[in-house]
């Protein structure tokens, strides 16, 4: 027989059990210590097959006995879908979930061992110290900072009768029937105790990577990282899609814990049950939180979870007490944050990356390497003056960096370089003279750029109009999400239509034929007319989608929505170079200055973007503008805080999409903060000023949706 079908002694005498109560009580036991087996202690005893086997003998009996079923039964862990448009029911903590403060370096720690043995040697000095802090033993417990998202648990009598989100810390959301799909954490305890625990719900990377090719597969857009997908998936109206992304727990906190020492609890956590952290350590001094921080630097890319730095807790609870906390953060506790990973790889070569706007980009071409997870084979470099001011070499080994979801990026050169360097083997960067894309000379110009208006030295190509390079970067910026929103059609595609001819405005691609698709190798009718549809159904976006995705001079997507609250119509649009005093017009609205308003004006003074508009309109492209004062949000100001469960973006959009504003910071003036998890200091900020203070829910319900 095939192994993994076998069934061990163990398996076939549970299998055989008879049709007790007895019987059935026993089995319901033994499958819940084989997920803890398989879901905690990622050990199982048994194979899937077995596992199944088991299972259904536990659904038999219970569908043949109703009456013996009990709630914590494992069959009973996913409940029916929530019809549409539920919202989860707010629960407010009972007492706060507070978060930590953080430290990047090895200095802030030692800063930190320093504050708590000052405060404790004074306190346990005083004559009125209490006893049992005088008499604990000292030391810390470091355990790894999981990122996921916060979460309570409280049972009552051994058994789950609430979860709830972190939410704002005070106030989360009652996530108790997606909570129950998950099978790191128990539904009934080992013991039949109240206690309330605290940790972290996480996504691991292996259910992470397969889950974004599902969704990639079905068209869905992608989850930037594992607590993205966390939050997004503990939010979901059905269980049994919970169930089936096989999120992971960790638990850390025991709000009421009558143990003297944090490490004595994590043990009774363990016997409970509760799924702990594994390799959680001790220390007494910061030398010993030195080695251990080393030793999880080594490790954290080895572990199939996501983790972010490490938490470093006093661990007895007498001198916890006496250090207290601050308003937002305990002062018993640090997160200790890793730094961005890095690599040493070699530097293959350089491309030069034509814009849009025909400036020239370095982008270094690597020898790939795996950082964080992923693999890195080329890495940006930004502009002529990093290469410079890190005098990086072709063939050199340089260094790379990659954070979180950042861009990864070359950050020096390694110092093994200089012997590449001394055996000829490395060859300098050339700045390059002529487009790589068109051939025609380029220029030099110097100016500021990004969000520290640095002076930077640009290389640019002149030939706006037909540098195929520069061509195809507008097109890819007019299909792009933001923009048009045209999903049948990415850069490789774009870059074939140029090449071949076919396109080479934006309205050209309003003029394309199924028939002069399908002249492309490999486009077959489906795809053919598939775009061309994508095409056509673009025609009925709102103006604002239109003007960003023109590219105006300083126009993103604020200024093309303040732009085409302004103008209303692209017909108006049209109108707008009539009338003389454009400029000053324009400075007058929200958020655009001097500059932005008179190189506008020199766009729509430009005789080729004018005859361009035009065509556009012709065609049909683009709806009127909803006027924001209609909007449910209209005349509210809004500020975000925290994470929420969709992405900023389309949070901030939907609020825009209803007429509301849209702020970066909290003052007297603003209506409402949407706080999320883990708010900070927005929070505090809008609470001292009196500010309305939402959750990501509310807003739904302010919108009308
Ligand atoms: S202790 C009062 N331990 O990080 C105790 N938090 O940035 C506060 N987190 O809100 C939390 N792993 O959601 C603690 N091992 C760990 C953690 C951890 C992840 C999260 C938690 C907290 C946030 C603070």
Known sequence: MDGARAVSARVRQLLELPETQEAYERLCSEVERHDRLYYI??????TDFEYDLLYKKLKDMEEAHPEWRVPWSPTQRVAPPLPKGTGFQRVRHKAPMLSLDNTYDMGDLSAFDGRVRKALHKALGAPDAPEAAVRARFGYVVEPKIDGIGIEVVYEKGIMVLASTRGDGEVGEDVTRNVRTIRAIPVRLAEDVDIVVRGEIFMPFETFRKLNAARTASGQPEFMNPRNATAGTIHLLEPAEVASRRLGAFFYDVPDAQEDYYSQTLKFLNRLGVPVCPDIKKASDINELKEIVA???????DLPFPIDGLVVKVDSYAHRQILGFTSKAPSWAIAYKFRAERATTVLEGIEYSVGRT????PVARLEPVIISGTRVARASLHNWDIVRSLDVRIGDLVVVEKAGEIIPQIVGVAPESHERRSQGLTSPVVVPDTCPQCGTPLVTVHSASGRDRQEHTQVRCPNTLQCPGQIAGRLEYFVSRKG???RSIGPRLIRRLVDAGLVRSFSDLYLLSEEALLELDGIQNRSASNIVNGIRISKSRPLHRLVYALGLPYTGEVGARTLAQYFVSLDRMLMSPSLPDLPDRLKELDGIGEVAARAIDEYFDDV????????????GVSVPEKKASTGSLAGFSFCITGRLS??????ENLIRDHGG???????????????????GSKLTKARKLGV???SEDELYALAGM
């Open 692 to 694: 309305r203070v939402i």
């Open 484 to 486: 048009m929103d045209i």
């Open 295 to 301: 030793w999880w630097e080594n490790r954290r890319q």
């Open 661 to 679: 504003r849209v702020v970066k910071s909290v003052s007297g003036k603003l209506d409402y903060l949407v706080a999320g998890e883990r708010a």
């Open 646 to 651: 969709r992405s900023r973006e389309d949070v």
């Open 608 to 619: 080729h973007n004018m005859r361009e508009l035009s065509r556009l309109n012709l065609l």
């Open 358 to 361: 025909g400036v020239i980009t």
């Open 41 to 46: 202690s990622y050990s199982p005893e048994i």
